[in-house]
T-cell receptor, first 114, second 117 residues
Framework: AQKVTQAQTEISVVEKEDVTLDCVYE???????LFWYKQPPSGELVFLIR??????QNEISGRYSWNFQKSTSSFNFTITASQVVDSAVYFC???????????FGDGTTLTVKP | GAVVSQHPSWVICKSGTSVKIECRSL??????MFWYRQFPKQSLMLMAT?????????EQGVEKDKFLINHASLTLSTLTVTSAHPEDSSFYIC?????????????FGPGTRLTVL
C-alpha cells in the first residue's frame, strides 16, 4: 500500500518569508515517482516537479526548491521569498511504477499575506 | 506540452438524473486514463483506471454501476454519474497517460465541478 502524508494542513506566512512544505511517503516499491502540484482556487492542478526514486539530487527552480531524502522518505518543498500569488493548496503525490496509480497527500493550504 | 480537456467544466443537475463528463487528450493518444474525485478541502482520490478498449478497474469502495466509465478511443474517456444524488457533488478530475509513455507521465485535465441539487 502507498501513503503520502502532508502533516501541515494550513500554513500562513507574510510575504517574503521562506516556507517549507513537508511530505513524507510510504511505499514498498523500489521504483517510484514523487510529484508536487499546486492547486489554485480555480481547481486546475499545476505540475511543479517530478522526481524518480533513483535521483536524490536536490533541485532548484527559481524561488522553488525540493529536498528529496530517501533515508527518511521525505520530499520537502521550499518556497523562498514567498509572494501572495503563491497562495494555493499544494499536493505531494506518489506514483508506483508497478501500478501507475497516483496517491495524493491531503494537501497543505498555503496563505501568503501581503 | 500535452493538453487534456474536460467537458463540461461545471454542471448543476437535479437529483436522480445522470451526468456525463468527458475527458479528452487533445494532442496525444492516451492508452490509460485515470478518474479522480475531490471533495471540498480534501485530497484527490483515485476512483478508477480505464484502458482503451477494455473495462475500467475501479478502486475499492467505488460503485461501478453508479460511476460508468467508457474509454472508447485513444483520445476520449467518459465518466457517467448515474442517478446522481447530492452526496455525489464533487470536483471530478481526469488524467491521461500518453501511449508509450512511462507511468509517471500523466497529464491532468482542468476538472469538472458537479453540483447535484
Amino acid at each position: 500500500a502507498q501513503k503520502v502524508t502532508q502533516a501541515q494542513t494550513e500554513i500562513s506566512v507574510v510575504e517574503k518569508e521562506d516556507v517549507t512544505l513537508d511530505c513524507v511517503y510510504e511505499t514498498r516499491d523500489t521504483t517510484y515517482y514523487l510529484f508536487w502540484y499546486k492547486q489554485p482556487p480555480s481547481g486546475e492542478l499545476v505540475f511543479l516537479i517530478r522526481r524518480n526514486s533513483f535521483d536524490e539530487q536536490n533541485e532548484i527552480s527559481g524561488r522553488y526548491s525540493w529536498n528529496f531524502q530517501k533515508s527518511t522518505s521525505s520530499f520537502n518543498f521550499t518556497i523562498t521569498a514567498s509572494q501572495v500569488v503563491d497562495s494555493a493548496v499544494y499536493f505531494c503525490a506518489l506514483i508506483s511504477t508497478n501500478a501507475g496509480k497516483s496517491t495524493f497527500g491531503d494537501g497543505t493550504t498555503l496563505t501568503v499575506k501581503p | 506540452g500535452a493538453v487534456v480537456s474536460q467537458h463540461p467544466s461545471w454542471v448543476i443537475c437535479k437529483s436522480g438524473t445522470s451526468v456525463k463528463i468527458e475527458c479528452r487528450s487533445l494532442d496525444f493518444q492516451a492508452t490509460t486514463m485515470f478518474w479522480y474525485r475531490q471533495f471540498p478541502k480534501q485530497s484527490l482520490m483515485l476512483m478508477a483506471t480505464s484502458n482503451e478498449g477494455s473495462k475500467a478497474t475501479y478502486e475499492q469502495g467505488v460503485e461501478k454501476d453508479k460511476f460508468l466509465i467508457n474509454h472508447a478511443s485513444l483520445t476520449l474517456s467518459t465518466l457517467t454519474v448515474t442517478s446522481a444524488h447530492p452526496e455525489d457533488s464533487s470536483f471530478y478530475i481526469c488524467s491521461a497517460q500518453a501511449r508509450g509513455a512511462s507511468t509517471d507521465t500523466q497529464y491532468f485535465g482542468p476538472g469538472t465541478r458537479l453540483t447535484v441539487l
